[in-house]
């Protein structure tokens, strides 16, 4: 049964969103929304594994003349302890720095003269090293990243740089109050889960590693099936093969095998700590389980998400000016997570708003028509993000490290097209709840029942 006045509320507001559900003459049926163009193909996609267990993914796109190689290390936190937290994440920064054919004069040269990028980036699942290049120079980049992954030389100079510049970083993150929410909200889910072992370390991980630390645990990264490449761009299947085959060839196997983190322990009911302090601004974020990318849940999720920002948008910022960027996102992680996050000098109206706007979606159920129109739209704009190589091969990745199939990927605009509005109530009430609040401000602003009420 639902609540008539918030069903009205709802409508309105998404008719405000979409108008194109005004101008419907007749009820729209519950079938799939107009066709939206496939982000990724199956006809061009494919994979091999080496004999040493490494699996590449490559996509032929020969639309333009981009390529995208990104290098993956599974394992994330479950590869780390409290004592080395942010090691892998030191590790491929410093190994862009020197390696055994390109010292650091030669690497920024080599990047500068052909426009290459080479980056990396530590996760909860996994560490990347990424290459991006025009094909006329992919044969350079590849030599020089395969070089960055295979032969860095950890100079303790470089290290001892690099380590003041993440320790930097760590510190000014502490000195922000929202960066300091948003750690502590996680924090507070992840209690007692290898997620508690953040991939970026802490002040006092990272000043403790040391030059012969990486090199150690470099060499462990180094197995086959520990590894996961991806290749998007107009580069054949075969010239891809030869250059694994040469490359990566002779790593050793290694018996690592994938499997999934345990789920989140600390999640049945909702908590909140409050960092009691002085601030411009009361900052606000709650942390929820969620459903990961290859869980049937995912997309009804990903859906409600899209309506529920947008909501906030429109109740807590242009009604009310309460907040000028209310937020509700999902992660991309193997154990998932969502978020609700808001900064206001009125954290209770704010909050209270927002709860408001999460509960319509729970009581109500959403007409046929009006979900087809908001899919739609969805799928336009993801469509939209996946436009470069780059966001391709990531993609493809993470639903190979996060779901074990990289094909889900070229199911995932058929999936949301079979959102149903049942669906949407369903996952609302099943996941938005229990949320891990971390607030800063001044303490006597926050209404701790209002907090703990959902």
């Not at 796109?61 to 004592?83: D, H, L, M, P, Q």
């Not at 040269?109 to 990028?117: A, M, S």
Request: proline share 6%; with cysteine.
């Amino acid at each position: 049964m639902f609540h008539k006045t918030s069903f009205y509320t709802l409508f309105l507001s998404i008719c405000f969103l979409f108008p194109n559900i005004i101008a419907a003459q007749t009820p729209v049926p519950a079938t799939k929304p107009a066709a939206v163009p496939s982000a990724v193909s199956a006809i061009d996609t494919t994979d091999f594994t080496t004999p040493n267990g490494l699996k590449v993914i490559h996509r032929r796109v020969t639309g333009n003349e981009v390529v995208a190689t990104r290098v993956y290390f599974r394992g994330g936190s479950r590869n780390i302890n409290e004592k080395n937290a942010g090691i892998e994440t030191l590790l491929w920064e410093v190994a862009q720095l020197g390696t055994k054919n390109f010292t650091k004069s030669q690497i920024n040269r080599e990047k500068d003269g052909v426009g290459t990028v080479i980056t990396s980036g530590g996760s909860y699942d996994f560490s990347v090293v990424a290459s991006l290049c025009v094909r006329q120079h992919f044969d350079r980049t590849w030599k020089l990243l395969s070089d960055v992954i295979l032969n860095p030389t950890f100079d303790e100079k470089e290290v001892a740089l690099e380590k003041d510049k993440l320790i930097n970083a760590l510190r000014q993150e502490n000195d922000d109050p929202e960066n300091q929410v948003t750690s502590l909200s996680d924090k507070l889910l992840y209690a007692k889960h290898p997620y508690s072992n953040r991939p970026f370390g802490s002040v006092e991980t990272i000043s403790k590693l040391s030059s012969a630390d990486l090199k150690a645990y470099h060499t462990s990264q180094l197995q086959g099936t520990r590894m996961l490449i991806v290749v998007v761009g107009n580069v054949t299947l075969e010239e891809i093969k030869a250059k694994i085959e040469a490359s990566f060839g002779k790593l050793p196997k290694g018996d690592y095998k994938q499997s999934p983190p345990p789920e989140f322990t600390n999640n049945a009911k909702p908590e909140l700590e409050i960092i009691d302090k002085v601030v411009p601004t009361n900052y606000i974020r709650g942390t929820f389980p969620a459903p990961s990318i290859g869980h049937p849940d995912y997309p009804a999720l990903m859906v409600a998400q899209t309506i529920l920002a947008q909501l906030f948008k429109i109740e807590v910022r242009d009604k009310r000016n309460l907040s000028y960027a209310p937020n509700i996102d999902l992660s991309t992680q193997a154990t998932n997570t969502g978020f609700i996050s808001v900064s206001t000098p009125k954290p209770n109206e704010a909050i209270r708003i927002m709860f408001d706007q999460i509960e319509l979606l729970q009581r109500n159920i959403l007409p046929p028509a009006m979900l087809s129109e908001i899919v739609t739209g969805f799928l336009t704009t993801y469509y939209r993000n996946l436009e470069t190589n780059d966001s391709q091969a990531a993609r493809l990745a993470e639903y190979e490290l996060l779901a074990s199939d990289w094909r889900r990927a070229l199911t995932w605009l058929d999936d949301v097209a079979k959102v149903k509005p049942e669906d949407l109530n369903r996952v609302s009430n099943k996941y938005l709840k229990n949320y891990h609040f971390a607030v800063a401000g001044p303490a006597k602003e926050f209404d701790q029942a209002l907090f703990l009420s959902r």
